[in-house]
Every structure is written in structure tokens, then in C-alpha cells.
């Protein structure tokens, strides 16, 4: 059986393009409708749990199905093979950033940069019209906005984020509601009926609620944990942790650790977040690609090809392992857990202020990098249409903002 998994996996990991919404339509198609691995509530049920959860979407969703099928290992073998083809294509583009050098290749990644900021807006009108529907939700993400502008720090981050469903729980347990109300289901705090209500649990057997508290314990104890053994191990596991409403929010997470750092330059960073958009695959799979250069690898002297291969390595595992961690712990309780109309509106205005925070990440880093030039706005424009309108695949939109820069670069 988990040979079947890595094999099918591992397709889906090689033809998986178009980010974290078509993964999830691919595994619908794949393990619903042609294998029956599972059905339509449980298939249901367990997107619905990762989208409420800090972590990759799509990933998690892949590692539960894994889970279901093979147990924990058949959820490693499914992780592996899905995300194996992405972070291969991402550390060869890493290993060769230095044959960008020349003008055409600075073009080539000034493209990638452009692709980059298309690829962040459309991500941030999808999600502010998913999550911002209320008044409250949009004042979350106003004010997520502005602080981040102002305040620029990965404690900043964290703190939006927790204000955010903090204040949105608080909102939705006043006895009257704000003019574009919160939620239009009832007030009460205690469990009611969802649209959950029909759903079962993913697994066959329920696991205890010690081993749930293991896991919980476990995702806990490594932040403890990881500074005292590993820093570059330490920064990944915390972005993974702090990732709500999709991929493109690790963006700003992962722009605190390498560049803010120094460890990685603003250029660098940008052409490898348009490169990931280029490859199947998980958006995750970018800490590979900056794990690779944090190794040292195009500076030999600095460090051997194997500690980038290592630092890509580590890198990888730990921005995946706490979302992997949570869905172990949280499956079994996660149709108790979303009766509960409080425990809802927390995860509604988190997901709120992880729009401000995406769109702080717009203008500051990548506005500010990638557009330099009305050519730049230009070029940025015709990409962000030929995505939001006329729906073409990334992959197309990626060589064609690279050969409109490399043009511009040879007219000028």
C-alpha cells in the first residue's frame, strides 16, 4: 500500500501546477472520484480542517489522505513524494543562480519578480473577498494592514494575527453586532449545528485523547526546543506554525528569517519565490530553495554542496512539520471543535488579519523590489490579467513575464 501512495503521490507532485486551489481539486479528482480513497464528507471534512489550521492546505490534506491509507507512515511516504519534485526543481535553480549574472540574466529574475507580485495580488483580492465579507473582518485587516507597515517584525506578525481572532471572538459574543454582522449564525458560545453536522472522522479508529495530547505536546515542546538545537530548524517550524489562509502568507514570515537577516538578498529572494510559482508542487517547497543558498552553496568556500543539500533538507522538513503535527492532533475533535461558534470567529478574524498581513507583504517587500519601472507596472499588469481574466496557466504567465523583461532589457 505505501508503495501505491508514494507512486501516486509523486505524479500528482509532478503535474500538480497552479498553487494550493488546484492541489485540492487534483485530490478530489484523484482519491474521491477515480480511486475512491475516500468519500465526499470525509474528503470534505478534512479540507475543512486544514483550512482552519496554521500550515499548507493542500499538504495537510495530502498527508491526512496518506494517513488514512497507511497510517503515519503512508502520511510521510504521501508528504515525500508530493513535495519531492518541487524542492529538486527549486534547489537546481538554487545551484545555478550564479548563470543569472549577466544582464539578460538579471532580466530572466527580474521577471520572476514581477510574476512574483501578480501572483501575491491575485492572492490577496481572492482571500480579502473570502475573509473580509463583514465589517468587523475588513477593521481586522485594515488595521493588520497599518501595523505591519509601520512595525515590520516577525513578533509584529504573530501578534496581528492573534489580536485579529482574539477581537473577533470577543465581537461575536456581544449581544448586538456590528453593522455587517460577524457571523449570521447565533451568538452562543456552546455547540450548535453546522453544515458540519453530517461529516464524520477521517479515521477508522479513533485515537486516544492521550496520543492527541501527545502530538499537541510535541508541536508545543519543539518551540522550546529547537533554539537550543538548531536556529536554521527553529525559524522554519516557527513560519510553518504561523501560516494561516494559504501559501503566499509565508512570504512575509519567510522574508523576516533570510533576508531581513541578511542571510539572502532581496533579489534572490524574489526570483526564487517566482521560480516556485514555475514548478509543481507545494508553495512550501521555497524553503528548500532558501535553505539551499542559507547553505552556502554558490559561495563553496563558505560551505560544501552537502550542507546546502542538508540546510535544504531541514529547511523543508520543519516549515512542514507543525501544520503535520496539528492535523494529527485536531482530526478526531475537528467536528466537535467547529460546532462551537466562538472557536469559528477566532479562526475568522485570524484569517482576516492574515490578509492585512499579505498585504503589507505586497508593497513591502515586493512592490518595492520588483517594480522599478513603468515597463516593470506594465509587464505586471498584462500578468496579473492573463491570471485573474483570461485564467491562463502560471507556467505560461511565468515565460511570459520572463520574455518581456529579457525584451525590454534588449531594447534598452
Known sequence: MHLTIFWTFLKLGCTSFGGPIAHLMYFRTTFVQKLAWLTEQEYASLVALCQSLPGPASSQVGFGIGVKQGGIAGGIVAFLAFTLPSVILLIVFAHYLYLFDSNYGQAALGGLAILAFAVV???VLGMGKTFCSSAPTYAISLFTFIAVLLMQSALMQLAVIALGAFVNAVLNALPYK???SVSSSPTSTGPEKTSEEHLNPLLTNKPSHGLSVC??????????????ISTLANDYYRAGALVFGGGHVVLPLLEQIAVATGSISQADFLAGYGATQAVPGPMFSFAAYLGFLEGGSE???KA???GALASAAIASMFIFLPGFLLVLALLPYWKTLNRYQTFRSALSGANAAVVGLLA???????????????????????AFACLMRFKL???WVVLGCIAAKM??????
Open 215 to 228: 502530538w499537541v505536546l510535541l508541536f508545543a515542546g519543539l518551540f522550546v526546543a529547537l533554539p537550543f
Open 299 to 301: 559561495q563553496l568556500a
Open 360 to 382: 503589507a507583504a505586497l508593497y513591502d517587500p515586493i512592490f518595492v523590489h520588483a517594480i522599478r519601472s513603468a515597463s516593470d507596472l506594465a509587464i505586471a499588469a498584462l
Open 121 to 123: 495580488l491575485q492572492g
Open 304 to 306: 560544501s554542496l552537502d
Open 407 to 412: 525584451l525590454v532589457a534588449a531594447l534598452g
Open 393 to 395: 496557466p502560471v507556467l
Open 178 to 180: 456590528w453593522s455587517g
